[in-house]
């Protein structure tokens, strides 16, 4: 692969000739390797310093110095490089010797063709217990981190159960109540609770105990050891359900001095409220964070409200500011807050009646000590007269008004505040370019590290339509992005002479017949992250200073769209960030989640799809409620297809060869690979004629095909296209001669063709080994071709790969021909019940309306039903019903212990009790690798009431 390094390979051997066919072995494999030949004890030592080889290869017996001394001073040396045997002859006995010694592999020297396969292997693992340990150090360093914070941070830290009971206090508490560490441990935090503070802060708690996850704030007084009554700040957060957690978590820090300050502000502003009414002067008090502007009875009148009308928010506030005022607002009081200088705007206010006023506002910011703004407090008058008397001058401005009400009906419009990216961005273009008369807007991004940008979107207005993806390299035009880092704007009046921009002439701007440009940098969270581009096509024009300041606001605009595309972004890749941050782990977090979805959602499939049939065995006439439940047994099946398909992607799912049609198969799945992929490739869907059937388990297609869609997904940069085709095919002898493991026959073809970047000879020859990727860290697991491979060699099948690099990878699967042509159907439901019995039956099931279900079933059955709704209540009725307990029927995930402890449990009592388990997937408990184990009984949740009925009477009967 490019970018790596040959390997240092250190050879322990006496015979030159026999290192020399060695490394001819390793070369004829393809790998690219440096050597070097020792063969004492003295020159390992010192080759092992000077060379630092990544692998030792040794003979196991030599004349002075034998393979195991050298793998002793190899480990003394460095345990983590791979340490292998290559020997003339060894037995059986002596291999096992070496392995646990720590060497790595052995390999005969009359089989030196396996010797690169031993290699690489060596080295994998290797990487994999060095990536391994990294990680561990990580989350080490992450623990100790977290636990300085909360031992030296300023803010207080207790745990509370569901009563107020202190739990664990941080070492914060001691030091801002002043009691005695541990003091307080074991008593009610009540207890110190300001009696005025008591049934408002307990009434809040209550709220908070009963809801798992609620979060409240508030502020209360707390009692000090020394009797001082203390204001606290506090959030309050139920994590009760947390496993590691389990209490509910009270963060809080002093704020008495806050709130004296506070207090004395009032006070002071009080006295300035009643000098400044005499004045006729209106003042605000604006608290940023909170988003609650406070404003005096004059400042009320101002603007035409009526005593107590004003709602206090910035967006009230806004309503009656003129829209063509508004963004130069908005846009002083950001510059003011980042200057931190005085704020001072003249703006117009329109009263509800229509009429017109002039306001003239000045203020003052002030910060915490992060430098993040806290308030803004001023003084408002009114300057209406004074306005209509100013000189007609300001007719001058009237283009620069026009852009601005542009600017305020994007703001406003539906576009600008969804939240589609793609199309805020075209939305934006369309109207610049309409605004300026601009012939091309487009708005380009940086990529590859800065050093090229990339089209995001080209408006073409005389065209009216959209184009994207065409890209310029940074070594190609250096004065351009030269200029984009030091200009706030590239102002070229004539393009073509311009220093930034003449580089594009002959290239770019003669070819197209643009004259003018003007370019806006694009920054995003303060960072340069793309241009806006305005270019006029036919004669030059002078660019107007409204012409580059409505272009800046345009940029602005972009900007904060930009951003907010990023968030959402940021926020969709976080979970597939810390997925992707442990390859084995990822795999096992997604299992565990599926496993837990499937168990609750096939818990409440089952309480459904169980009323419905008890519901249906009534003698109901047609015109009835029939028709209805039946169409909600249908939605409830259709969902637990749903719920197996997830189990599928998780690998939780017992696998169930079925005879299908994959046509059908492939159809169902279109409208979840089109999400997969995305809007920007095309996804094409061709279904063979007459298909033959294969035998398969369907969930196993889906792995296959959402797999192989993801990988051709990475492969297309920007637009693309991917195709899935189905053929039969029948291949013969010619055709299988050619291709290795290939077996002539009858075979289903499912092909699936990307036009992505494709992929070199050397890659196509390593995708299918575990572990091995072609993205970058944390990007890919290496696992999703190897998991193809597999499930196709599990069906017999072959797998067939053509990829070249700029054009694209086609995967052509082959399956074996079913003998069978007529595809498994779901049965019909039976309507008549199954056969039932008279036996005794302990039914275990934690979710109560399972329970209740399951037990009407089986008692309408005639059985004699026990019921518990926990372990411990399943093992207290065992031990205390007098008679027998022939079957139980149990769930296999619940909290106290899991289905299979419990049946060991009571078996171990009750040794000729039959055992049937349940469950929405049978995971590890029962089952491995997704089948059951050897003589296991089991029900997949949700099932109806004839599938109960056969079940238990297998299990009785067996």
């Known amino acids: 692969m490019k970018g790596i390094r040959p390997l240092r390979i250190?050879?322990?051997?006496?015979?030159?000739?026999?290192?020399?066919?060695?490394?001819?072995?390793?070369?004829?494999?393809?790998?690219s390797f440096t050597a070097r030949r020792v063969d004492t004890q003295d020159s390992l030592l010192q080759t092992l310093t000077e060379f630092q080889p990544d692998l030792i290869i040794s003979d196991y017996a030599m004349p002075d110095f034998d393979g195991m001394q050298a793998l002793a001073v190899s480990l003394a040396h460095d345990p983590n490089i791979p340490f292998i045997i290559l020997t003339g002859s060894m037995n059986e006995e002596t291999a096992v010797a070496c392995l646990r010694g720590g060497v790595w592999d052995y390999v005969l020297k009359e089989n030196l063709s396996r010797l690169a396969h031993a290699v690489k292997e060596a080295l994998a693992h290797r990487d994999a217990r060095v990536a391994r340990a990294e990680a561990e150090e990580a989350s080490r360093m992450t623990e100790r981190r977290l636990r300085a914070l909360i031992e030296n941070g300023l803010d207080s830290i207790s745990l509370l159960s569901a009563d107020g009971t202190l739990l664990w206090e941080s070492p914060a508490v001691v030091r801002n109540l002043e009691y005695d560490e541990n003091q307080f441990l074991g008593r009610n935090i009540f207890e110190i609770v300001h009696p005025d503070d008591l049934v408002w802060t307990q009434g809040r708690f209550a709220r908070i105990a009963q809801t798992p996850g609620a979060r409240d704030t508030g502020q209360f007084r707390l009692l000090r050891r020394s009797g001082e009554w203390r204001w606290i700040e506090a959030i309050v957060t139920n994590l009760l359900d947390e496993p590691s957690v389990g209490a509910i978590v009270?963060?809080?820090?002093?704020?008495?001095?806050?709130?004296?300050?506070?207090?004395?502000?009032?006070?002071?502003?009080?006295?300035?409220?009643?000098?400044?009414?005499?004045?006729?002067?209106?003042t605000f008090d604006w608290d940023i964070p909170n988003n609650r502007i406070t404003w005096s009875r004059w400042h009320e009148e101002l603007w035409g409200y009526t005593p107590g009308e004003f709602v206090g928010t910035y967006e009230a506030f806004s309503e009656r500011v003129h829209p063509e005022d508004l963004p130069l607002i908005n846009a002083e009081i950001q510059r003011c807050m980042a200057s931190r200088e005085p704020y001072a705007r003249e703006y117009r206010v329109v009263w509800p009646d229509g009429s017109m006023h002039w306001i003239q506002g000045r203020g003052e910011f002030t910060f915490d000590e992060n430098g993040r703004p806290q308030r803004m407090r001023g003084v408002v008058t009114e300057t209406t007269d004074r306005k209509q008397a100013e000189d007609q001058v300001r007719l001058s401005r009237d283009t620069l008004l026009a852009e601005l009400q542009v600017l305020a009906g994007i703001i406003r419009s539906e576009a600008f505040s969804g939240s589609d990216t793609e199309q805020t961005i075209r939305s934006l273009l369309e109207a610049d370019a309409r605004q300026q008369l601009v012939e091309r807007v487009s708005l380009w991004l940086f990529v590859q590290e800065g050093t090229a940008i990339r089209c995001f979107?080209?408006?073409?207005?005389?065209?009216?339509?959209?184009?994207?993806?065409?890209?310029?390299?940074k070594q190609d035009y250096p004065a351009y992005f030269e200029a984009l880092l030091s200009e706030e704007a590239?102002?070229?009046?004539?393009?073509?002479?311009?220093?930034?921009?003449?580089?594009?002439?002959?290239?770019?701007?003669?070819?197209?017949?643009?004259?003018s440009m003007l370019d806006v940098p694009i920054h995003i969270h303060g960072k340069l992250a793309g241009v806006l581009c305005h270019e006029r096509v036919g004669s030059p024009i002078v660019w107007s200073p409204e012409q580059r300041l409505f272009a800046i606001s345009i940029a602005n605009l972009v900007s904060l769209a930009l951003e907010q595309g990023e968030r959402n972004r940021v926020e969709e890749e976080r979970n597939k960030l810390q997925d992707q941050l442990l390859q084995v782990q990822k795999m096992d977090a997604i299992g565990r989640l599926a496993g837990g979805v499937a168990h609750d959602f096939n818990n409440?499939?089952?309480?459904?799809l169980g009323h419905v049939d008890i519901a249906l065995r009534a003698d109901l006439p047609e015109s009835s409620l029939k028709g209805d439940l039946l169409a909600i047994r249908q939605a409830a099946m259709h969902s637990a297809d749903l719920t197996r398909q997830l189990l599928a992607f998780a690998r939780k799912q017992t696998i169930d060869p079925k005879v299908l049609d994959l046509n059908d198969t492939v159809s169902s799945m279109l409208r979840m690979l089109q999400r997969l992929i995305g809007e920007n490739i095309q996804l094409i869907w061709t279904p063979g004629y007459r298909l033959w059937r294969v035998r398969i388990d369907p969930t196993q297609v889906n792995q296959i095909l959402a797999n192989l869609t993801v990988n051709a997904r990475d492969a297309i940069s920007g637009v693309g296209r991917l195709t899935i085709e189905t053929s039969n095919a029948t291949l013969d002898e010619a055709y299988c001669e050619e291709r290795v493991g290939f077996v002539p026959g009858e075979y289903v073809r499912l092909s699936v063709s990307d036009n992505g970047c494709g992929m070199s000879k050397e890659t196509v020859e390593q995708i299918f080994e575990p572990f091995f990727t072609t993205k970058g860290i944390g990007e890919g697991t290496g696992l999703g071709l190897a998991t193809v491979y597999g499930i196709v060699k599990q069906n017999e099948g072959f797998i067939q790969v053509q990829s070249e690099t700029g054009k694209g990878t086609t995967f052509q699967i082959f399956f074996p021909r079913c003998g069978s042509d007529l595809a498994d159907q779901t049965p019909e439901v039976e309507t008549?019940?199954?056969?039932?019995?008279?036996?005794?039956?302990?039914?275990?099931?934690?979710?109560?309306?399972?329970?209740?279900?399951?037990?009407?079933?089986?008692?309408?059955?005639?059985?004699t039903v026990l019921a518990a709704s926990g372990p411990a209540e399943a093992i207290r009725l065992a031990s205390e019903h007098p008679g027998g307990i022939h079957l139980l029927i149990t769930d296999v995930i619940m909290?106290?212990?899991?289905?299979?402890?419990?049946?060991?449990?009571?078996?171990?009592?009750?040794?000729?009790?039959?055992?049937?388990?349940?469950?929405g997937y049978t995971a590890n408990i029962i089952a491995h690798r997704g089948i059951l184990e050897a003589g296991i009984r089991f029900i997949q949740k949700p099932f109806n009431i004839t599938d109960l009925g056969k079940k238990v009477r297998e299990a009785l009967d067996s």
């Open 490 to 515: 590239i102002v070229a009046d004539d393009a073509h002479s311009h220093s930034a921009t003449r580089e594009f002439s002959a290239s770019y701007l003669t070819p197209l017949g643009i004259s």
């Open 10 to 31: 250190l050879f322990v051997e006496d015979n030159p000739r026999d290192a020399e066919l060695a490394e001819a072995a390793l070369a004829r494999e393809g790998l």
């Open 604 to 608: 409440m499939l089952q309480a459904i």
């Open 832 to 863: 008549e019940m199954p056969r039932g019995g008279t036996e005794t039956i302990l039914l275990v099931e934690d979710e109560p309306a399972i329970l209740l279900i399951g037990r009407r079933i089986l008692e309408e059955l005639g059985y």
């Open 250 to 282: 009270i963060n809080y820090r002093d704020i008495t001095d806050r709130k004296q300050a506070e207090e004395a502000l009032r006070e002071s502003e009080s006295r300035l409220s009643l000098a400044l009414d005499a004045a006729h002067m209106g």
């Open 895 to 919: 909290p106290e212990m899991d289905g299979r402890e419990l049946g060991n449990r009571l078996h171990a009592a009750r040794p000729s009790m039959k055992l049937l388990f349940m469950s």
């Open 457 to 473: 979107d080209l408006y073409e207005l005389p065209q009216d339509r959209h184009t994207s993806g065409m890209g310029i390299e």
